[in-house]
């Protein structure tokens, strides 16, 4: 008896149906593809356990006939293409013929539709890929298709599937590119009763975006419309002072088809080079019209993947596109003509001159010294100094304390400054009662602070060697290794008017599933909507104030493109955090301030770098700097 057997019909079926359908989102995205291709202009998704429960889609397309009924549900049954010419000019989503097939072989699935011209519509019923009933029902105008149960006859894949609310997530998330991609069809979503969003179908992107994304990115980007050599590019894009931590809300089009190409990403990247700060990315939703003959779609089954016969093409389409964008919002200049592209809408110019930080003037022929600006006075009662010293007090050296406190009571006693109050939280406090163990500190040597410079190093003197301090990255390793030690936990504080945080589905489905670490950082927050949040509090030590953006770029970190654990993603939450509630760089800081920081930083053994890898310290030997001046040869 031979060892090679043919697998029945069924099993072949559920085998296949794994690459179309890996999860509800697919199944989703599949349906309503199909309502697009039938003409509809509006389209509503009904889901419920994160669409393993139900998923219901309803259209008011051209509807299927009676007669092709059942066909529609045999595997590569498509009524977008006849033959394997037609491949080359594919203008529909859908053309396999295997989206419905795969569906129906892995759940309990129901079909209602009429054509306009019928007066009675019929409803099918599939269980597992079997037909368990065909008949006349009445209906309005265009399809309904009931999906139940889904992977009901596959545990398998069952075990592969997310949280009910990770899947809901991914099914948004399907839904809002399919409503950016034809703002022309108003596409509503209906989660376990409640409505996510709904599109207007008006076909103005703009309106879409704002049902989609909300107010604040819909008034933030701009227009983009360019075409060259047979390529259209249109969309919005956002503006150099719209940015996310992460790449979730780029999304590019061809021919009205959801994608995925590295030429259409690196082209946004490159135009908005020098724009937007490093490890920001720019929002951006474009869609590329072609000749379907110019690129190739049937490179996998759910077809986000793509090919195009000339990339070089497409990539300075996309670039002079979003260029000429960002150069009409910038206002009109006058470009250096090497810098044009020929053809762009709208010229560029070159960067204003930057003003010279050094003035030179000769008179007599002498020239004036250059004097820097002056430093602040030492705010010895300033709030944000008290809490860096407070923050930073436990690991300095005894003997540097020890001056500290006989330098102040000398300031306190010749007026020069005032008291501390009682409960003062700056570094100069009573000494504990002789009951209270003292903790045992490592007593580095001692070191003399020289000075800052560039208002960003801190220059000190060691034994026999010269230290400079980047004192960002100082103080960001040694706030990080604070919060490591207590697990994140930071005190809150409260915002006076709470702030509305719009976020993309994973980023909402990321603050869900984090929540109590997120509190524990000092983030209060509850939800304003599917798309959004009510931020309430932030972290106390965070400057700048922008309690929205930190939020989404921790959110962003434990996102992490879904690399890595659920632990070294939070410990990156955390960098971001250290990062931010450190000292920045060309911050003046007062002598005090520069030897607490390095007292602490050199208090922590075997570490030299922050938490992003950078260096903390530079040395410089004695021998080094004569060798440099020659003393020795």
């Not at 009763?193 to 819909?218: I, Y």
């Not at 960003?456 to 030690?485: F, N, P």
């Not at 504080?493 to 000092?522: C, H, I, K, Y």
């Not at 070294?568 to 920045?584: G, M, P, Q």
Request: glycine letters at 8%; a neutral charge; proline letters at 6%.
């Amino acid at each position: 008896m031979g060892r090679i057997n043919i697998l029945s019909k069924a099993a072949a079926e559920q085998i296949a149906a794994g690459e179309v359908v890996e999860r509800p989102a697919n199944a989703v995205k599949e349906m309503v593809e199909n309502s697009i291709d039938a003409g509809a202009k509006s389209v509503v998704v009904e889901i419920r356990r994160g669409g393993v429960g139900l998923i219901r889609v309803t259209d008011d397309g051209g509807g299927i006939l009676p007669e092709d009924l059942e066909r529609a549900f045999m595997r590569h049954a498509t009524s977008k293409i006849r033959d394997i010419g037609d491949l080359e000019h594919i203008t529909t989503l859908g053309f396999r013929g295997e989206a419905l097939c795969s569906i129906a072989s892995v759940s309990k699935t129901e079909m209602i539709t009429k054509i306009p011209s019928a007066d009675l519509g019929r409803r099918i019923l599939i269980h597992g890929g079997g037909i368990e009933l065909i008949e006349e029902a009445g209906c309005p105008d265009g399809t309904t298709v009931i999906v139940e149960d889904l992977f009901y006859n596959t545990p398998a894949r069952m075990k592969f599937l997310k949280k009910d609310s990770a899947e809901a997530a991914l099914v948004a998330e399907v839904c809002q590119r399919q409503a950016l991609s034809h703002p022309q069809v108003s596409i509503r979503l209906i989660k376990d009763g409640k409505e996510v969003f709904f599109t207007p179908g008006n076909n103005d992107l703009s309106d879409t975006v704002r049902a989609v994304w909300g107010k604040d990115f819909s008034s933030n980007m701009g227009e983009v419309r360019y075409m060259d050599g047979g390529i259209k590019v249109t969309g919005l894009a956002g503006r150099n002072n719209l940015s996310r931590p992460n790449r979730t809300m780029q999304l590019f089009f061809v021919n009205g088809r959801s994608v995925v190409n590295k030429a259409l990403s690196l082209a946004l990247a490159e135009a908005y080079k020098n724009e937007l700060m490093v490890g920001r990315f720019p929002v951006a939703v474009l869609n590329v019209e072609m000749d379907p003959a110019l690129c190739d779609v049937n490179v996998h089954p759910a077809k986000t993947e793509i090919k195009f016969a000339d990339d070089k093409a497409v990539y300075l389409a996309v670039y002079w596109a979003v260029k000429n964008m960002l150069a009409s919002a910038a206002g009109a200049r006058t470009a250096q003509s090497s810098f044009v592209r020929e053809g762009a809408s709208f010229k560029i110019a070159p960067p204003p001159e930057i003003p010279k930080q050094l003035t030179v003037k000769k008179d007599g022929g002498k020239f004036s010294r250059y004097t820097a600006p002056p430093r602040r006075p030492d705010p010895v009662n300033d709030h944000e100094t008290k809490l860096l010293r407070a923050e930073m007090s436990p690991l300095l050296p005894k003997k540097q304390v020890e001056r500290l406190r006989r330098e102040q009571e000398e300031k306190i006693r010749t007026g020069e400054i005032k008291a501390p109050i009682v409960g003062n939280t700056g570094i100069y406090t009573e000494p504990a009662p002789e009951s209270e163990p003292k903790p045992e500190m490592p007593e580095p040597a001692e070191i003399r602070i020289i000075g800052q410079l560039f208002s960003t190093y801190i220059l000190a003197e060691g034994e026999g060697e010269l230290l400079l301090v980047d004192q960002h990255a100082a103080h960001e390793r040694v706030r990080y290794e604070e919060l490591r030690r207590n697990g994140g936990k930071t005190p809150p504080q409260l915002l006076l008017l709470p702030v509305t945080v719009n976020l993309s589905p994973a980023e909402v489905q990321a603050a869900g599933e984090n929540r109590q670490f997120l509190t524990d950082m000092g983030f209060d927050f509850d939800e304003a909507g599917e798309n959004s949040v009510l931020l309430r509090s932030v972290p106390s030590d965070c400057s700048g104030g922008d309690g929205e953006g930190l939020l989404i770029e921790i959110l962003g970190d434990l996102l992490g493109d879904g690399r890595g654990e659920l632990e070294d993603r939070r410990d990156r939450a955390l960098y971001t955090l250290a990062c931010k509630s450190a000292i920045k760089a060309n911050k003046d800081l007062s002598a005090s301030e520069m030897e607490l920081l390095i007292g602490r930083a050199l208090a922590l053994e075997g570490i030299s770098t922050c938490p992003h890898g950078r260096p903390i310290s530079v040395k410089i030997t004695k021998y080094q700097i004569e060798k440099m001046f020659k003393r020795i040869v």
